[in-house]
T-cell receptor, first 115, second 111 residues
Framework: GAVVSQHPSRVICKSGTSVKIECRSL??????MFWYRQFPKQSLMLMAT?????????EQGVEKDKFLINHASLTLSTLTVTSAHPEDSSFYIC???????????FGPGTRLLVL | GQQLNQSPQSMFIQEGEDVSMNCTSS?????WLWYKQDPGEGPVLLIA?????ELTSNGRLTAQFGITRKDSFLNISASIPSDVGIYFC???????????FGQGTELSVKP
């Protein structure tokens, strides 16, 4: 149990385009999903917390207009990187949490390369 | 603010050796989580600890929740090449389900 999927696994796009990443909890309902960004050899950096049916809460320094998050159902959250630039190239990982449990289950990540 | 200090940062060991890594916090945690991340993948939960003093095993892995609630350690016995990866400790950051992560311990196992 506790399987989280992400799609796509990797994407290459041109500068200025928008990219949407999907995060799905496959076998449980996730009341809360989280989006992280990870640079090589570094730990995970939380970008935002996404609760089903409400607006996402962004961490300090993360532009909400740049990284649009939608959590339309208990099994799906999406992250859209708008007007992507090369500095947005990174590994993006989502996680999902079931009710009040502290444990988060992570997706396999999405490698974004902006040319 | 809260910080998790994880050590060592990296380890190079021979196959068959035991491994120990730990995590310390500047404040008390009610939960400790240990994750492993393979290259190019998301972290996978190894062990979750919910009670001070708790000792939990998962195969060759054993983790303990420190009595002071400010530390935790993870042991891997008889390491094998597939143990290679980055191990992260994590604990809850306030309310709302957010986690704070340690810096990670990169493990390399020489066959």
């Amino acid at each position: 149990g506790a399987v989280v999927s992400q799609h796509p696994s990797r994407v290459i796009c041109k500068s200025g385009t928008s990219v949407k990443i999907e995060c799905r909890s496959l076998d449980f309902q996730a009341t809360t999903m989280f989006w992280y960004r990870q640079f090589p050899k570094q730990s995970l950096m939380l970008m935002a917390t996404s609760n089903e049916g409400s607006k996402a809460t962004y961490e300090q320094g993360v532009e909400k207009d740049k990284f649009l998050i939608n959590h339309a159902s208990l099994t799906l959250s999406t992250l859209t990187v708008t007007s992507a630039h090369p500095e947005d190239s990174s590994f993006y990982i989502c996680s999902a949490r079931f009710r009040a449990q502290e444990t988060q289950y992570f997706g396999p990540g999405t490698r974004l390369l902006v040319l | 603010g809260q910080q998790l200090n994880q050590s060592p940062q990296s380890m190079f060991i021979q196959e068959g050796e035991d491994v120990s890594m730990n995590c310390t916090s500047s404040s008390i945690f009610n939960t400790w989580l240990w994750y492993k991340q393979d290259p190019g993948e998301g972290p996978v939960l190894l062990i979750a600890l919910y009670k001070a003093g708790e000792l939990t095993s998962n195969g060759r892995l054993t983790a303990q929740f420190g009595i002071t609630r400010k530390d935790s350690f993870l042991n891997i016995s008889a390491s094998i090449p597939s143990d290679v990866g980055i191990y992260f400790c994590a604990g809850p950051l306030g309310w709302g389900g957010k986690l704070i992560f340690g810096q990670g311990t990169e493990l390399s196992v020489k066959p």
